[in-house]
Structures are given as C-alpha cells and as structure tokens.
C-alpha cells in the first residue's frame, strides 16, 4: 500500500466546541433513580448513532460510594430511557426495541424489567398504544404505568383492534369536542392518557415446566377508565405502600379555560376523590412523606394582566379520611423563591426543594418538624451550579443529583447533606473541555433595581484584542440563565471568538416575586430597558468591543428579539429563533390560549406588539421557525418574514433581494432537535454573524444546497 493512501486523521480540535461534529458527539446525561438500598444510581446517557442523525438513549449504572467506573447496562439501536427502580431493586424502563421472543411484532414503546440481581432486561409488558411513564412504590411491590388509550375502546383488546384499524386505513384524522387539541409538537387525541396499575395476570398453561425465571404475563387494571383528557401532563406520585397515587387533574372551566385540581386515586378501587379544588388556583403533587401521612403540595395561581402567578408549596395531611384544604398548611410562604420539592428526608424530618436563586439552582432543606424551626429554609449546595433529579440516600446522610452550569454539562454527584460539598461520580463521560472564562456581572435599572448577567469570555479577549458581543436573551420569560443548555450554548460562538452576554432582566426567576412582576404585562419596558442598560455596562468593558454587537433570542428571547429590532439600530444583526411577532395573532393560535389570553389585555397586547414597529427596522435579521411549532404557531414566523420583506427599511428590493434571511425547518418544532438540523442551525447563525457583525464572509453548511 502506497503511503499516500494511508487515511491522515484531521486535525484534532482545541475543545468539542470548535468543531461542531465534536460538540454534537459529547454524550449528554438526563435523570437519576436511586434504589432502594442506596447502593446503585441509575442515570439515562444519550449519544449520537453511526450516521450522526438522531440521539440513542442508554442506562448506566453509577456507583453512589464514587468508586467503581460507570458500566453500561442497556444497549439498542432504540434505546432506553425513563428508569426506575421497584422496592426489590428491580430496574423497570421503556424501549421500543424488539422483543427477542416476539421478533415478528411490531416495535412499540414497552415495559421492560432488569433484574436484581443482573441478566438480560426481557418485555414484561407490551401492547399496542404502547407505554409512558412507569411509578414504582418505594415500600411494596406495586408498580403503575400510564398510557394512551382511545377514547371509545371498551378494553385493551378493543384498543387494540381499533389502532390497527387506523393503521391500515391510513387514518390520522381526530374528531375534538374540548380545548386544547395540541401542545408544543404534539396532536393531541384520538388518545387519551390513562393510569394503570401493573398487576400479575394468569399463567398461559398452569403447571408446564420452565426455567425458574419464567413468571406469569403482566396486565394492566385501568384505574382512571373516565378521565377523558383530564389526566394529560398531568403530574402524579405514588404513596410508599403503593396504596394511593396523587395526580393533578385538569378541570375544564367557561370558555375553554382550564386548571389542575389535585386527586386521589385508591389503588384497589379506582376511586377518584378530589382533594383540592380552589377558583384561581392550581394544585400539583409532591412526595409523599416516609410515613405516607403527608403529602407535599405545589400551587401556582392564576394569572391576570396585572398579577404574575405566584408559586407556593403546602403539607398536606393525608392519613385521615376527610382531606381538604382545612388539612392544607403553608410551607415556607415567607421565602421568596418559587420552590420545586424533590424528596423528603427519610426521618421525615425536613424536604429538600430546588429553586432558581441568583444565576443558580441550589438545592435547599426546609424544615418540617413541628415546632418554631418548621419552615426554616436552609441552603445546602453552596456553588452557583443548577441542580436536578434529586434523591437521597437511605441513612439521610447523602443526597445524589445531576449538576451542571454554564462551565459544565449535567453531571452526577454526590452531595454530603452536613456541609453542602459536592463530590462528582465517575461518569460515563469526561467532561468537556473549554476555553474561556465565565464572569458574574451586573449593573442598575433607572429605578435601582439590579439586573444580574453571565458573561463568557473568549480566550484573549483583552483591551489589545477586544471581542465583539453577543446579547442573548432567554425565553420562558419566566427563566434563567442558570444551567447549562445544549441548545443555546455559548462556548460555541465564543469559540469564534465573540464574547456572550447572558443577563436575568425583569419577568427572571431567582430574584424574588417583584423582580417578576416588575416586567408583567410590560415586555416592551422594564425587559426591555433593562437587557438595554446591562448591555450598555458591559459595552463600557475594554476587552468589548461596542462597535461590533448583535441581540439573540428564542421563544421570549425571540419576541424580545424583534421588539428590540422595532426600537433600536444599535445592534449590526439580530437573530430571532421561534418568536412571537403579532400578539393580536399569537394569542389565539398558540397552543395554550386560556393561558395566553389572561395574561394582557388585548390593549397591553397592542402596546407590546413588535409587528406594530416594522417600519423601524433597519437592522438585518436572521428568523429561524419550525413548522411544527405548535407554541409559536408557524404564522408567527411567516408574518414576520413577510413584513419585514415589504415594510422593514431592509425590504426587498427590485431583484427581490434583502439583508433578511429567513431559516426554515418543515419538520421541526419549538426546538431543533435532531442533530443535524443543529449543526446547520449554528453555520446559518455563524454565517450570518460574521457577514453582518465581524464583516467576513464565510460558508453556509453545504447541506442547504446553496
């Protein structure tokens, strides 16, 4: 062989960042399940397939003591996800790969079980609506899983006879009689979610000899058969003697309005009583206590155009047979933090919760024991990093978590609940390098109000070298730049050389109550002003470079994104990802319009509008849009396009030509999911950045065909 046809490896780069091929390779860790004698952790690991085409989710197992490797214990090309463990350490999970002793049926999202004590994972359950989420008793051998079912089926057989039906008549229609009928990427129905208990059915031929692992077929017992719609993103838990579930339930009000009541289901009867039902409010189930005589309780009220909702948690008594809201006690109503609990201590003693607090997502003790402590809340995790998925371990003496922040993706650690340290577990992953630095800024509103930013630095920025600024602003807009995101993730452009401004103006949660209602019903003011005047700080800097800015958002970034166009020329491009344009349209389109229309008046949706201010648009604008966008309806994007084509000060001219440009993903939604549709998101915004920011020109990705 010639030496010229020896394969040269390419030129290896400094971080994953600098190559977007590397970057969309890093593995990428979700979920945590811990069992239940606290010597095995269970996390989800996703990693792009050989095509490089979709991610494929895998189980590892993590070793809590922090002393053996990570090992993979799942492997498909479908995958597997949503882990959870049964009281006797049996690892429940879902995939829709094939059943090695059904290989002729038709692939469906199943229930499979990894035992105890290691061997194969097998299907114990399969049928044709396939299977979501799985809940497990802590305490007792009682598992639930909840799954699709069409509205008419009289049984699973039924359900079943009747999807095949649809199948082969080639039949997607869906006939609704309630709202809403879709959310964010989904067509909601013909399928209604129920919840099933998992229960031992009849052995096939009793007494026919087979290996000891052999055990009768699994069924299911629908124990919501009426729930219609109530039970969709409903959230639930289950009691630890697997006895009770608690489940959100939405209750259909006037004029397609909507809100989550909070019930009890009775395992053994199906019984369904309501627990909690109040106007104006909606009720959401934490953990149960070890005890099983106390629920955990989230509200959240209503919105009006000049309220922002309010996030509370409760105690719940429920060991007696009488519950209401008389047995409803506030927790921690003084703390000024929206709360979200994740597990209880197991002497019952205290709760630990997340919640945003200042540019992170630490976890926190509250107390429960009675007494004059009762409702102390206590930080534990010290480090400005975002935490998730928390368990804790049997002797109450360690918590595990997934950590991450804006210098690392999510990772497992573990946390020493007496100091708050938190020590990170083997992984399956290293973590990914960066260059850069990462900086905690801030500066004042007019009216005193502090508005806190991260700021990512390039490498050798400097006065000598100052970079050119990216203002990126976060949707929700009830969020934070607080966690690390594979979607909107920094240390890309700012391995290009721009640095990245990641500021919490006002609507921003983890500043308390009035840092969001500051911005409620106003989006074109106190937002507004306040992304303008840490802008204008961080401009001030020597290593910025003001002459060469450009504004970014998604979601609410994005309709910031265009109000900031309409008000100001300061910026040398704008890039605007799934955004809200016309609110007169918006409000009645999105998926979610009982939510929408209570939260401004059609006047403040006038005065806040973007679309209003086209014809003050001269900066160039990049818009990006998913036709299967159901929360930002596709509308919005295609008004936008097209006004800012005909009435922008960029309009097209007499060739048809204009700085605009317009990305479109026909079969993506709010979010760009697949992997490759990602990496020409980056090279269109890349390209766009440098043509209208650092005035180079560079390609765009050779598979738009251009």
């Known amino acids: 062989m010639a030496a010229d046809d020896l394969a040269i490896p390419s030129e290896q780069p400094a971080t994953p960042f600098h190559d977007l091929d590397h970057y969309l390779a890093i593995p990428r860790v979700s979920g945590l399940a811990l069992s239940p004698d606290g010597r095995r952790l269970v996390t989800t690991v996703s990693t792009l397939n050989v095509k490089a085409t979709e991610y494929v989710t895998a189980l590892w197992e993590l070793d809590p003591a922090g002393e053996a490797h990570a090992r993979r214990i799942t492997r498909s090309a479908k ?63 009682a598992t639930f899983v ?35 009928v879709r959310y964010w990427d989904a067509d909601l129905g013909p399928g209604q979610p129920r919840s099933f208990a998992v229960e031992p059915g009849e052995e096939p031929v009793p007494g ?16 919501t058969p009426d729930a ?59 953990p149960v206590s070890p005890d099983g005589a106390t629920l955990v309780v989230m509200s959240e009220s209503d919105t009006t155009p000049f309220e922002a909702p309010q996030v509370k948690i409760h105690l719940l008594d429920v060991s007696g047979t009488d519950i209401g809201h008389a047995n409803l006690t506030p927790l921690a109503h003084s703390w000024d933090r929206w709360a979200h609990p994740c597990t209880w201590l197991p002497d019952g003693s205290a709760v630990l919760v997340i919640a945003d607090d200042d540019g992170a997502s630490p ?18 995790t010290p480090d400005a990093a975002a935490y998730t998925d928390v368990v804790v371990s049997p002797d109450g003496l360690s918590a595990y978590a997934l950590r991450s922040s804006y210098e690392f993706p999510p990772e497992a650690v573990r946390i020493d609940l007496a100091t708050g340290e938190a020590t990170r577990l083997p992984a399956p992953a290293a973590r990914p390098a960066l260059q850069g630095t990462l900086e905690r800024v801030e500066t004042a509103a007019a009216d005193g109000s502090r508005i806190p930013a991260y700021l990512a630095l390039p490498e050798g920025a400097s006065a000598d070298n100052p970079a050119p600024l990216l203002l990126w602003i976060h ?5 934070s730049w607080n966690a690390w995101t594979w979607r909107w993730n920094p240390w890309l452009l700012a391995a290009k050389g721009y640095a990245i401004l990641l500021p919490d103006p006002a609507l921003s949660t983890g500043y308390g109550q009035a840092h969001v209602q500051r911005g409620w019903g106003d989006w074109g003011k106190a937002p507004y002003t306040d992304l303008m005047a840490v802008t204008d700080a961080v401009e001030q800097r020597p290593d910025i470079d003001e002459t060469r800015t450009a504004a970014m958002g998604g979601s609410f970034g994005g309709y910031m994104a265009n109000w900031v166009a309409g008000q100001t020329d300061r910026f040398k491009a704008i890039v605007t990802h799934a955004s809200l344009w016309a ?50 309806p596709i509308g919005e994007g295609l008004r936008l396009w097209y006004e800012l084509l005909s009435n922008s000060r960029l309009a097209a001219d007499e060739n048809g030509q204009t700085p605009h440009r317009f990305l479109f993903y026909p079969d993506e939604n709010h979010w760009i999911l697949q992997p490759q549709h990602a990496k020409v998101w980056y090279g269109v915004v890349e390209h766009f950045l440098a043509r209208n920011v650092l005035g180079k020109e560079l390609p765009v990705p050779d598979e738009l065909g251009l």
């Open 146 to 180: 909840t799954a699709s079912v069409l509205a008419g089926s009289t049984d699973e057989e039924n359900d079943e006879e009747r999807r095949k039906g649809r199948k082969d008549n080639k039949v997607a229609a869906i006939l609704h009689s309630e709202y809403p």
């Open 475 to 479: 949707g929700g807009p009830l969020a």
């Open 583 to 632: 609110l007169d349209q918006f409000g009645h389109t999105t998926d979610a319009s009982q939510y929408w229309l209570k939260e401004m008046t059609a006047e403040m949706a006038k005065e806040n509008s973007p679309h209003l201010h086209v014809e003050n648009i001269s900066t160039p604008m990049l818009v990006i849009h998913g036709d299967k966008d159901y929360r930002v």
């Open 79 to 141: 995958g597997e996800a949503g882990a959870v463990f049964a009281a006797n350490g049996d690892v429940y999970f879902t995939s829709a790969r094939p059943d090695p002793e059904s290989p002729e049926a038709d692939p469906v999202n199943a229930l499979w079980l990894l035992p105890s004590g290691g061997g194969e994972a097998r299907v114990v359950l399969s049928r044709a609506g396939g299977v979501g989420a799985v809940m497990a008793a802590k305490d007792a051998h």
């Open 228 to 286: 219609g719609g109530r039970l969709r993103e409903a959230e639930q838990v289950v009691s630890p003697d697997g006895k009770t579930i608690y489940s959100s339930f939405a209750r259909p009000l006037v004029k397609a309005d909507i809100r989550s009541v909070l019930i009890a289901i009775d395992v053994a009867t199906g019984t369904q009583k309501v627990l909690l039902d109040q106007e104006g409010m909606s009720y959401f189930p934490g």
């Open 208 to 223: 026919k000899p087979s290996t000891v692992d052999s055990a009768p077929p699994l069924k299911l017992r629908n124990l």
């Open 363 to 380: 976890v926190f003790r509250i107390n429960v024991a009675a007494g004059a402590a009762r409702g102390s809340v206590t930080r534990v």
